[in-house]
């Protein structure tokens, strides 16, 4: 459960090894907190990122989770509540970046980006907010992106599974208005990570570790929506409003 | 379900964790119904929703409110014992046993609280040192059981399950109704003493010497003040007023009781509330200077006395958006110093609010669950946005328990179960017993999810 100040019991992180989803786990680790469950495709891959939020009268396990294994989510999620018990915190966190030549030689790897980052990422938070609305509290972060504000040509197939799911968890959040639990959307723009190693940064990019406290600290102000770096909201108001012309012409990266 | 039932949001009353469930207001006939159609999530009973955490929630199950009327209420004038129902509220009650002469025999802070919560949560006031909890004044009550059975008992009768009701935050069955025994009053008086103390010593050796000598004694400090001014202090002991104390022209009248009601906070506050260090910093300058320092036998009425704060409708708004936590703990005799240091280190954060009471308690009763031991307990509203504020409370929650300490669970909404386990000894005990009559769970709360209560 979660508490007055909310600090939470139990957090489970959806892509185990996603750098923003375990720095948020770590953001929300409280003496409170007794247990993390980090579910992945591979678990024998999470021991350097259970080692690293180890501690005291903290339980952090590994389990086994595909996004893209759609069926197998309604059994997933039993089976993590039958462990752990409620759920106080979920963060969908997992989704593949791929890049945009992959796709553009091979139709099949767009798809497959698609299908886990968008049906899959449906798939598991149905399951996790069914779950909510029965244990009648919850918060599931969801882990958006400014690439789907508006899709630019440098990788508008991942773009589009981030604006699919934004709209998606938009409605979401809706839906659980008096529920007694909650779903925020968290939009960070460029973040230096294992994922984007190599890749060249644009202006206003973060880290994990921002991204973790401004949405730590917007989840305990119970906000819907936040962006981080924050001034991205603004950049986007404008973003969103350029001529294609130009927008075609922003760099690759 | 058969029965209207309707899915609401609930939080305690400092409005912080809210969690969703379905609630009823239901007469006692009704209660075996929800009990038959409730799911795996259970059932809680709720009183006026006057804990400060997440005791009177359970998210996902089932939420019952007991009707019940002061007027059905059975008053026994010679033996001065009453029989009500357990949805009754205090506040129902005085207003048909003071101008009969009785007053109940323990009242917290607030008359909004139900007779079933008071004993839920064995409640405790200003005479705790002389006269004990509430479980310590009821004679019998009626219990039921999960699996739907009434049973009658009381401290000769059934006494281990009583014993585990009594504190037992509603998770060994529903309370249905009480037998306790109430206070004879001559006159709806009280006569007060005023003491302002300079700081937390001189409170502490004032309460230590003098509270015996009278029924009821409170202490309001100010948390916000540190060095040789730390825990100033305003003492107020006091008596039932006797008739022969009053002039001729009050003594006409001397049962009169009318409770006011100045305002109510409406539900629109800025989310950011009026609760600051600037206001409260404000606030306390003035409270303590209003006070003499040293005043004897001044009157003032039961609702000025013991329940100041209710002529305030819904003054938990104030806090805004954010909410507010109550946190409350005791420590035993002997640990003044430890008391002290907790002290500075609350007032060093700068996050009380105005409202901090200081109480020396007396000896305890035996329920497992029960709060009150022999020693000190203080109480602080703090507003929940505090920056800083869980670390603050964990570290104090380690001060309590190293000092043999504890958290009172109807106010608590932050500590851990490893803080309950340390401060309540005999939580397996009270365990075992709750298990014995609870073996499908069917009773459960937030609190008890969160505190590994069941």
Redesign the interface.
Known sequence: ???????V?NILVLGGRSEIGVAIARELL???TQRVTLACRRPDETLDVEASLSRD?LRVDSVIFDGADTPTHADFIDNVVATS??LDVVILAFGLLGTQEECDDDAQSAVKIAHTNYTGAVSIAMEVTKRF?????GRLIVLSSVAGERTRKANYVYGSTKAGLDAFAQGLSDAMV????SVMIVRPGFVHSAMTTGMKAVPFSTTPDVVAKLTVKGL???KRIIWTPGILRWVFMVMRHLPVTIWRRMPEG | METDDTTSRLTGWGRTSPSSARTAEVSRSDVATFIKDSNRRGVLMRGLGRSYGDAAQNAGGVVLTLKGSAQEAILDVDAGVLIAGAGVSLHDLLKVIVPRGFFVPVTPGTRFVTVGGAVASDIHGKNHHGEGSFGNHVRRLTLMLADGTIHEIGPDQNPTLFWATVGGMGLTGVILDVTFGLIPIETSLCTVNTIRCRNIDELIEEMSHGDDDHRYSVAWADLLSTGSRLGRSVLWRGDHTKLAELSSKDAAQPLRYEPRHLASVPPVVPSFGFVNKLSSSLFNELWFRKEPRRKEGGHKSIPSYFHPLDAIGSWNRLYGAGGFLQYQFALPFGREDELRQIIEKVAVSKTASPLVVLKRFGAANPAPLSFPMPGWTLTVDIPARAEGLGTLLHSVDEMVMQSGGRHYLAKDAHTTPTAIRRGYPRLDEWKQIQRSVDPGQLWQSDLARRLELI
């Not at chain 1, 459960?1 to 600090?7: F, K, L, S, Y």
């Not at chain 1, 609305?133 to 509290?137: D, E, F, L, M, S």
Request: glycine fraction near 26%; aromatic fraction near 0%.
């Open positions: 459960m979660e508490n007055a100040v909310g600090e019991q409280t003496p409170s009268g018990g409620d609305r029965q244990q009648g509290h008096g529920t007694g639990a305990r102000a119970g």
